[in-house]
């Protein structure tokens, strides 16, 4: 199996099977990061199209990677916010104003479940409660499993930074767990007195 430099630089190098390889390979993943920004399937696909057709073009004088996903990251955030300022007819986007929005595999996952544990059912409101950077961040670190180096160069921020917002982030889903979990436990007790009295 080919390693990601090998296959990028086979990509540069015009080879039609790198590109299908590459398109192919992380297509599902660019489209399920970019509609955490924009609720608009269409518009995410013409972004994706545009990177793919600016890779293309730009062949052998693109950069070396050995993180082929990371770059496609990063080269589609810079599409969807350039994108976004020629249709605001504005100069410039600001970055910090680019939402993550939309839920995570893991959330989507235990809310499509029939009955839900009730650490369950906390971990999915903790998650939709976190910041939109807090939930960009847990993303890229815990789901799509990217160093702190790449983060940075995706969100823009330093590394201490990406390390503090990881850690409030989590400080604040545990919060958040544990208040609704205490708020669950209160109101069965309520109720069971209730019921006994």
């Known amino acids: 199996m080919k390693g990601d430099s090998e296959i990028w630089e086979n990509f540069k190098n015009g080879d039609k099977s790198a590109l299908s390889y590459i ?3 992380n ?3 660019m489209f399920h990061y970019g509609i955490k920004f924009k609720n608009d399937s ?3 696909k013409d972004c994706i199209q545009e990177v793919f057709f600016k890779l293309i073009k730009a062949g052998k004088r693109l ?3 050995d993180n082929i996903r990371f770059y496609l990251f990063r080269a589609l955030k810079n599409s969807i916010l350039r994108e976004l300022e020629n249709s605001r007819k504005v100069d410039f986007v600001d970055e910090s104003r680019l939402k993550f929005e939309s ?3 893991l959330e989507e996952e235990i809310l499509q479940k029939e009955k839900l544990s009730l650490q369950e059912k906390a971990l999915a409101d903790a ?3 976190l910041s939109s950077r807090q939930r960009e961040i847990i ?3 815990y789901e799509c499993g990217m160093e702190y180096s790449q983060i940075c160069e995706l969100m823009f921020i330093n590394t201490d930074s990406a390390r503090k917002l990881v850690f409030r982030a989590i400080r604040s889903l545990k919060e958040l767990i544990n208040k609704q979990i205490n ?3 209160l109101f069965f007790i309520h109720l069971r007195r209730k019921h006994v009295l």
């Open 103 to 105: 839920h995570f595999s």
């Open 23 to 25: 398109y192919f390979q």
């Open 127 to 129: 998650l939709n409660n």
């Open 27 to 29: 297509f599902h993943s």
């Open 183 to 185: 708020s669950s436990i």
């Open 42 to 44: 269409e518009f995410i």
């Open 139 to 141: 993303y890229l670190k």
């Open 63 to 65: 950069g070396s990677t």
